[in-house]
């Protein structure tokens, strides 16, 4: 009689005669390997424990088995022994079914072997009878056992060793003054050290003025430094949800001049509030700001009180749409754009010898800052330029005279995208907003930010 050998084989295995006695674990045919899951979850599907087996102990099927009523592969191996038949036959005279058969049996007679662990997960209770549960165990067509992985999974194969990296100067840890105030925010204003990631972030700077005004080369500073936030609420991580801290901050600005209308001095301390409101998709989100700071000099003469609301509009999300790819670190002419609509009211205790404050003891004003910022960039650790452009107008609301308005364009240098340091070339010119000093200069500036 022609016979077909047809064996169902998933991993690559000699396969035992017919005649080969059992294991003596009942669970060796099973390889820890095909666990699925983790921990205490592992456990090996029914489907890849039958493709085991199978591999194990391959079936003969005979040309008559096409022939007539097909007879499930659960029915064959359930009826190649009658109970406990297998268990005396150690022959195996019924060939791959009786191999089959008493390996599943003894499983379900043992049930762990340190190894394995098999259980009854189908609904209703267990099958009483030997030749039902094997026939239970070799039906996917429903839900009855279940191999659980207890054994400890084999060790990765061994690869080539890893050679640690040597960690490059940022990467380094930080010493001194540095490591003092890495959690510190640096930026050239307030509302600049609300962003999360430094690079985008408007440096702080000390600059070498050439003062158009007056021919006075001065070396000017201007930045602010914001602490940890000492309040949060919201969740930060989520775009589509509200978010807010609370941050103290100083502020320095100083531009020496010999004209005393021309020179700046502020000194500022305060509390800056930062808030998310973002739409349900999280793509639009508006910024507010709420800032209460005590302003002064850098010689205490002068005492104001200064209050200021902002409101950022969502011009990202629609440069992005106009701009494909300006959101992506990878994109090489990259541009961003703020618009913050603003409000403040300042009251101005002494003026000092700020000189334009002498006759304003309060104003109140509304305005605008914005902002475009255009980037050329080259690759992850090759330099890169810019272009920066800032207006800031503020309008008197009483019509006291403190309407003011500023521009600062500035050309930029960046060592890497990734640098703290930023270098570049500035034209000044307006009013600055608070003491509402004129400014006409050029400079040479050395900035950083963090």
């Known amino acids: 009689m022609i016979s077909l050998m047809a064996s169902v084989l998933i991993a690559a295995a000699t396969p035992a005669s017919a005649t ?123 839900d009855t056992y279940a191999l659980q992985c207890v054994g400890a999974p084999p060790p990765p194969p061994i690869s080539a060793p890893v050679i640690a990296a040597i960690p490059n100067a940022e990467a380094a840890p930080k010493k001194g003054l540095r490591a003092a105030i890495s959690h510190w925010r640096i930026a050239s204003t307030v509302n600049e050290t609300e962003k999360d990631d430094y690079t985008k972030r408007d440096p702080a700077r000390l600059s070498y003025v050439d003062n158009a005004a007056d021919s006075a080369p001065v070396i000017s500073a201007k930045g602010v430094i914001a602490a940890p936030a000492i309040i949060t609420w919201g969740d930060q991580s989520v775009a589509n949800r509200g978010f807010g801290d609370i941050r103290p901050f100083a502020g320095y600005e100083r531009i020496s001049s010999v004209n005393p209308g021309s020179e700046v001095n502020n000194l500022d301390l305060g509390l800056r509030g930062h808030f998310r409101f973002a739409r349900n998709d999280g793509k639009e989100a508006y910024i507010g700001g709420l800032t209460a700071a005590y302003e002064t000099d850098d010689r205490f003469q002068s005492s104001l009180t200064r209050f200021e609301a902002s409101l950022s509009l969502p011009l990202k999300a629609w440069t992005d749409r106009t701009f494909p790819g300006n959101g992506s670190s990878e994109c090489v002419i990259c541009q961003t754009a703020n618009m913050t609509l603003v409000t403040d009211y300042v009251d101005v205790s002494d003026p000092g010898e700020k000189l334009a404050l002498i006759d304003l003891p309060q104003y109140a004003r509304a305005g605008f800052d914005a902002q475009w910022d255009v980037r050329l960039n080259r690759g992850k650790n090759k330099p890169g330029f810019g272009l920066n452009v800032q207006y800031s107008r503020r309008d008197d609301l009483r019509g006291d005279g403190a309407t003011a308005s500023r521009m600062i364009s500035r050309a930029a240098y960046y060592p890497t995208p990734q640098s703290h340091y930023v270098f570049g070339l500035e034209y000044d010119k307006g009013e600055d907003l608070i003491s509402l000093s004129t400014i006409d200069r050029w400079m040479l500036t050395w900035g950083y930010r963090q």
């Open 20 to 142: 080969d006695t059992a294991s003596p674990s009942a669970f060796a045919a099973f390889d820890l390997s095909a666990c699925e899951g983790e921990d205490t979850a592992r456990s090996l599907p029914r489907q890849k424990a039958i493709s085991q087996l199978l591999t194990r102990y391959p079936i003969v099927i005979d040309a008559a088995d096409f022939s007539g009523p097909q007879t499930p592969l659960a029915q064959r191996v359930a009826a190649a022994c009658a109970d406990n038949a297998c268990l005396t036959d150690g022959n195996l005279t019924a060939g791959a079914y009786a191999a089959l058969n008493r390996t599943v049996g003894a499983m379900l007679d043992a049930r762990d072997d340190g190894r394995f662990r098999l259980i009854w997960a189908g609904e209703g209770v267990e099958p009483a009878s030997r030749t039902d549960r094997i026939a239970a165990f070799f039906d996917l067509s429903h």
